[in-house]
């Protein structure tokens, strides 16, 4: 028998009732996680716990209090991942974006940094623990109408990769998914390679991969999960 990738990790996942979040809580439990739901809508939350048989907490990931008091209710965090919205806008070119609908998604950054910073602090100390992280894929390339998505994924790229050098020496893993338009085959089918958007079942797979030993040798690198979306 096949034992599960996660086996008895304790993953949390903020946004857990979003749909990546939802994907990837399902894929986890299947592999074996004791899965940590947490976000801002109760019912969503609830349902899923139900589904997986997960706990789930109502929180605002961006408060650093509220994260740091359910990290010291659970037993351990060996993988955190944060799938919240960060309230990008697109469709305006940058020179006629007000600069509050540029600047959401660098703002929405805070509950990434806030839950990473969290998750650091306790994986080093247990001497273990994976961080992950997803975007769009947009830092190192430019396209029409994204906003501040580029400057907000170039952001949380270079802040993850400085984590993993900092403190892979004490254990801490931190990789990334790049990924856009999961399951929209009508907008992606033009920019892949595989002429097809990622699936979501495809980005939840990879995020198990590297929450797992099997990626133990892996850190501050980001998996392309974009059907072939070349930069």
Known sequence: MTTPLLKDKHAVIYG??????RGVARTF???GAHVHLAGRTE??????????????AVLDAADARAVDEHLDGLERVDVSFNLCSRGDVHGTPLAEMPVDRLM????????????????????????SGVILWLNSASGPGAGP?????????AAMDNYM?????????????????WTAGVDMDNVMAGYSAMGRAPRLDEVA???????????????????NVTAGVVF
């Open 16 to 21: 857990g009732a979003g749909r990546i979040g």
């Open 29 to 31: 439990a299947a592999e």
């Open 43 to 56: 019912r969503p939350l609830a349902e899923l716990a139900a589904e997986i048989g997960a706990d789930f």
């Open 104 to 127: 959401a998604p660098l703002l929405g950054l805070r509950s990434t940094f806030v839950t990473a910073g969290a998750a650091a602090r306790r994986m080093i100390e247990q001497r």
């Open 145 to 153: 109408g994204m906003g501040g998505t580029g400057p907000a994924d």
């Open 161 to 177: 990769k400085q984590l993993a050098r900092d403190n892979g020496s004490r254990g801490l893993r931190v990789c990334g998914i």
């Open 205 to 223: 797979d990879a995020a198990a991969f590297l929450a797992s030993e099997k990626a133990g040798g892996t850190s501050g690198s980001v998996l």
